[in-house]
């Protein structure tokens, strides 16, 4: 059922970027220091190239992850806007999996910076309950928010749209994918929360 979900979010976000101008594609996303366009070399990186050619990419990078992605979504950036959509339109169904992520972390990776691109270009999405719900389970646990930075201790986060809630401690109420956001570190638009745990940004953007 996952897959169905991934599969859905990818052909969806096709469409979205199909419909962008090239400024729109040129934008700043919500990843700090990339455009619209390192988001989806980024995003499409999976599918472009094999493991052997991967782990070849990092070994390069000294083993880091974070240089190596980098590197390659500025680079990559520079294919044609329609290779780059081709790339995430005809993949739709790929099996790729981020390392020890699983399927959840696959349709995460691809929900998270589908919203890098359209929030960051004010353009609202309807993103299934149920994709968003799987997505927050992924990013409320302790490894992704120490990855991020991000601090709720004290807080209990609630969705405003869904059934879903994290921690405990003073309310910060919030739309499913704004609080999705918030726990990778993204900045959310203001007045996107409300509660008494509402208050500055509590992450710092990274890819």
């Given at each position: 059922m996952i897959r169905d979900?991934?599969?859905?979010?990818?052909?969806?976000?096709?469409v979205l970027l199909d419909g962008l101008s090239a400024e729109?594609?040129?934008?700043?996303?919500?990843c700090a220091g990339w455009t619209v366009r390192h988001v989806v070399a980024h995003l499409t990186m999976p599918f472009r190239y094999s493991?052997?050619?991967?782990?070849?990419?990092l070994a390069a990078a000294g083993g880091r992850f974070q240089r190596m992605s980098d590197a390659v979504a500025r680079r990559?950036?520079?294919?044609?806007?329609?290779?780059?959509?081709?790339?995430?339109?005809?993949?739709?169904?790929?099996?790729?999996?981020?390392?020890?992520?699983?399927?959840q972390g696959a349709l995460t990776h691809d929900v998270i910076h589908g919203l890098d691109i359209s929030r960051a270009l004010g353009i609202e999405r309807d993103i299934p309950a149920e994709?968003?719900?799987?997505?927050?389970?992924?990013?409320?646990?302790?490894?992704?928010?120490?990855?991020?930075?991000?601090?709720?201790?004290?807080?209990?986060?609630?969705?405003?749209?869904l059934d879903w809630?994290?921690?405990?401690?003073m309310p910060l109420l919030g739309r499913a994918q704004d609080?999705?956001?918030l726990l990778t570190g993204?900045?959310?638009?203001?007045?996107?929360?409300?509660?008494?745990?509402?208050?500055?940004?509590?992450?710092s953007t990274r890819p």
């Amino acid at each position: 059922m996952i897959r169905d979900w991934i599969a859905a979010e990818r052909r969806e976000l096709a469409v979205l970027l199909d419909g962008l101008s090239a400024e729109q594609w040129d934008a700043p996303s919500l990843c700090a220091g990339w455009t619209v366009r390192h988001v989806v070399a980024h995003l499409t990186m999976p599918f472009r190239y094999s493991t052997p050619v991967f782990v070849l990419k990092l070994a390069a990078a000294g083993g880091r992850f974070q240089r190596m992605s980098d590197a390659v979504a500025r680079r990559d950036a520079a294919l044609p806007a329609a290779q780059l959509i081709a790339a995430v339109r005809d993949n739709a169904e790929h099996p790729w999996k981020p390392p020890g992520g699983g399927y959840q972390g696959a349709l995460t990776h691809d929900v998270i910076h589908g919203l890098d691109i359209s929030r960051a270009l004010g353009i609202e999405r309807d993103i299934p309950a149920e994709s968003i719900r799987a997505v927050l389970g992924a990013v409320s646990g302790p490894k992704p928010r120490r990855l991020f930075g991000v601090d709720v201790a004290g807080v209990e986060l609630r969705a405003t749209d869904l059934d879903w809630s994290y921690g405990s401690g003073m309310p910060l109420l919030g739309r499913a994918q704004d609080l999705a956001l918030l726990l990778t570190g993204r900045p959310a638009p203001s007045g996107a929360f409300s509660g008494e745990g509402a208050g500055p940004d509590t992450g710092s953007t990274r890819p």
